[in-house]
């Protein structure tokens, strides 16, 4: 941790066009809350966070994680419910299914295991985290609102607590306490979720079950869901477009959370530069991320993490990760971390001697100038990101004629068809509790203040594109920052992780592993 710290001041030093504002751990640490209590936090009876030990952190068990009065880090009690009744308010709103009751079951995630009794790290289910911050596995979130009503009821089923398990697995909340920790009205068994859903199910006529129904987010409950829907009098229907509808646009504590994890994974990747040197290997640079991004309070990296090294990075979506990084090669890193289920997503190329060669720096220097273009777009136009990503092939296409890459007696159509040729990925997702976030919300819709989308253009050009000069042959570029879109210019939320060439030639190979 000592030498983080001395890295990020040596770092500031060495950073002169664009100087990273604070150190890598600063002296109070990252991961520490800094959400401030809200003007309008709601203290009363209705909300309140058990001061026992429950099956996740509290304020009160980890207050180095979470302030006092939050259920989560920076979320209150009050912003869950909030979620949950307009989720309702949305189904109920729908006339499709008018004069109807509504009963809506959101499932946790389920453990998975990569072999016997060898689990795979627990992810909860982003729609269910979303609606309750329970981080519990098979839990269930059941809300029934009657047809004559306007107020719903919310369940919560949990595991009960359990001495013997418990032993082996760590607390569970149990039902004695889910109910206040969630603020829900009633928490119950996980085991009497059949014979309960069955019965809500028959006793609600006519009703509309609200269920992800492809691809559930717990197989164990399915067949009890389904079960249910024999009966003539219930339609199903898939609550997750609504949910994504919400979650893409990000409350103000969303945007908090979110800054803070996109500047661990910015931090992360100027430790990765700094630690490249011909003759590391792809892997001891990816180790480099992983522990930057956990160092710097971050659960893991958001996804297997990108690290190709001279051709390699022609290869999109190249996770090997197990060459060695060769002197005159570029190096194409595609990395982010996960803090409290929100993600970074960043992109950054670097030459692995820590000198661009001069091609190397033509195609880079073309393809920053593209992303920045296309920030200032978003905030000029707001535009749809499939119209960005048109923007992209233009830009990308002019440049590289600009530059002698592509022919200059060809027209505007086949130079787009060329430059996509060149960068077939699309230019922008959304970005939140998953990393490509609300795909339900269509890429067709003007972005809205709110959003948080990914800006990555790039360039890919094989070794044997004989389309190509050949000094350009062999490289794959990617420029990749979070931006957040605001009422005023767009705000990069990854800025701190350095781009311009100067400041990546200056910290390039200056740290050991």
Known sequence: MHSLRRFSLSLRIR?????????????????????????????????????????????YTHPHMISEGYLTCGITQQEYKERRDTLVSKLAA????????????I????????SDKIPYVFRQNSDFFYLTGCLEPSAILVMIKSALGDVYTSVIFVHEKDSHAELWEGPRTGCAVAGT??????????????????????????AVLWYQNDSPPNPDIH????????????????????????????????????KETCYIGAQSMNLAMACTKPGVSEHGVCAALEYGARAGGAEHGAFPAVVAGGPRAAHIHYVANNQLLASGDLLLVDAGSQRWLYNSDISRTWPVSGKFSKHQRILYELVLTVQKRLIEILGEHRPPLDQLFDHMCRLLGTHLQQEGILPRNIDSNELIGKAYRLCPHHVSHYLGLDVHDTPLVRRRVPVQSGMVVTVEPGIYI???????????????????????ITDGDPLVLTDTCVKEVEDIE????KQNL
């Open 94 to 105: 729908e006339t499709e299914h008018a004069h109807k009751s509504h009963i809506i079951v």
């Open 223 to 258: 067949e009890a869901v389904r079960s249910s829907l024999r009966q003539s009098h219930v339609t199903l229907a898939d609550p997750q477009k609504y949910l994504h509808q919400m979650r893409v646009i990000k409350s103000p504590a969303e945007v908090e959370l979110m």
């Open 506 to 509: 200056n910290i390039v190979g």
């Open 15 to 59: 950073c002169s066009k664009k100087p990273i504002k604070q150190g890598f751990c600063k002296e109070r640490a990252r991961y520490l809350s800094t959400v401030e209590n809200p003007p309008n936090l709601i203290s009363s009876s209705q909300f309140s966070i058990p001061k026992c030990i429950v099956g996740q952190p509290t304020c």
């Open 107 to 114: 499932p946790a995630a389920r453990k998975q295991y990569m």
């Open 462 to 484: 094989r070794q044997d594109d004989t389309s190509v000069p050949v000094e350009f042959r062999g490289v794959g570029i990617r420029i990749e920052d979070d931006v957040l």
């Open 181 to 206: 920790l969630f603020a829900v009205d009633e928490a119950r068994p996980v085991e009497h979720f059949s014979n309960f859903i069955l019965r809500i199910v028959s006793t609600s006529k006519p």
